[in-house]
T-cell receptor
Framework: AQKITQTQPGMFVQEKEAVTLDCTYDTSDPSYGLFWYKQPSSGEMIFLIYQGSYDQQNATEGRYSLNFQKARKSANLVISASQLGDSAMYFCAMREGIQGAQKLVFGQGTRLTINP | ETGVTQSPTHLIKTRGQQVTLRCSSQSGHNTVSWYQQALGQGPQFIFQYYREEENGRGNFPPRFSGLQFPNYSSELNVNALELDDSALYLC???????????FGSGTRLTVV
């Protein structure tokens, strides 16, 4: 069975500091995709970054980077130079397979609070 | 291009009633997935519609059903509402079954 584990229920960081949000996953499928989403209090899931299981390099999107360690089944999100607007819930999710119905399996999330 | 639009934004229903939630997919997207997010939890996959047919379902009972229309918009129907159905219901659209997902802002359903 698929599983996503986010071990940090809450994180508190000073503005302008870098922060790492942890995510480990479990799958037996050789082809999968890993996503990070930000969910503000409004409820919308905002896509941040994607890493494919066959990608050789770690994904980066602006201030977001994904530290992908395949052997350890780890996909940590790194936010550089945090901003007050980064305060939100963050979810790691995994999509498996390339055929048939695709679904995202989400972790429990990490609530990130940026302090001024 | 427009994003994913969900309606209504909030809804209060009584236990035993039926509810229909609506989702307009992003322009160019032909696949719609529905997720249920209970308070303090990550979203759980309900089902996915591709080319107007359900092509995958999570661990939800048959009283959760859906439709996809020719314009790729979708509905989620829940019959015989239970208190535990209170949640944020998120719709996500994508192009094909391996494309990136765009989520709507969700419908907050409260069952009393």
């Amino acid at each position: 069975a698929q599983k996503i584990t986010q071990t940090q229920p809450g994180m508190f960081v000073q503005e302008k500091e870098a922060v790492t949000l942890d995510c480990t996953y479990d799958t037996s499928d050789p082809s999968y995709g890993l996503f990070w989403y930000k969910q503000p209090s409004s409820g919308e899931m905002i896509f941040l970054i994607y890493q494919g299981s066959y990608d050789q390099q770690n994904a980066t999107e602006g201030r977001y980077s994904l530290n992908f360690q395949k052997a350890r089944k780890s996909a940590n999100l790194v936010i550089s130079a945090s901003q007050l607007g980064d305060s939100a819930m963050y979810f790691c999710a995994m999509r498996e397979g390339i055929q048939g119905a695709q679904k995202l399996v989400f972790g429990q999330g990490t609530r990130l609070t940026i302090n001024p | 291009e427009t994003g994913v639009t969900q309606s209504p934004t909030h809804l209060i229903k009584t236990r035993g009633q039926q509810v229909t939630l609506r989702c307009s997919s992003q322009s160019g997207h032909n696949t719609v997935s529905w997720y249920q997010q209970a308070l303090g939890q990550g979203p759980q996959f309900i089902f996915q519609y591709y080319r107007e047919e359900e092509n995958g379902r999570g661990n939800f009972p048959p009283r959760f059903s859906g439709l996809q229309f020719p314009n790729y918009s979708s509905e989620l129907n829940v019959n015989a509402l239970e208190l535990d159905d209170s949640a944020l219901y998120l719709c996500a659209s994508s192009f094909g079954q391996v494309g990136g997902y765009t989520f709507g802002s969700g419908t907050r359903l409260t069952v009393v």
